[in-house]
């Protein structure tokens, strides 16, 4: 069964910058997203990709993330720019749609104002 595994989360300021890796055990020829969660909210949809490089994103994210995937390396990646506190949330990525048993333990972005 392969795992996947979130990093590069941390404590940002207002307008910062992070980039976050979601890397799998295993080959991922599949839609793939990065949802995220934030304190009392229902897990969201941040952005998706397919296996040939074809993004969608939340109007929310949408001109400040972006989503890509190097899938020679198995593995996902969210550059996230312009951040703002709204942003902060444990962000998880999974499959699109999402399968319950790959929810791994996400990474923390906090955005500080």
């Known amino acids: 069964q392969v795992q996947l595994v979130e990093s590069g989360g941390g404590l940002v300021q207002v307008g910062g910058s992070l980039r976050l890796s979601c890397t799998a055990s295993?080959?991922?020829?599949?839609?793939m997203g990065w949802y995220r969660q934030a304190p009392g909210k229902q897990r969201e949809l941040c952005a998706k990709?397919?296996?040939?490089?074809?993004?969608n994103y939340a109007d929310s994210v949408k001109g400040r993330f972006t989503i890509s995937r190097d899938n020679a390396k198995n593995t996902v990646y969210l550059q996230m720019n312009s951040l703002k506190p709204e942003d902060t949330a444990v962000y998880y990525c999974?499959?699109?749609?999402?399968?319950?048993?790959?929810w791994g333990q996400g990474t923390q972005v906090t955005v500080s104002s």
């Open positions: 999974n499959y699109y749609p999402p399968t319950y048993d790959y």
């Open positions: 295993g080959i991922i020829f599949r839609i």
């Open positions: 990709i397919t296996i040939d490089g074809i993004t």
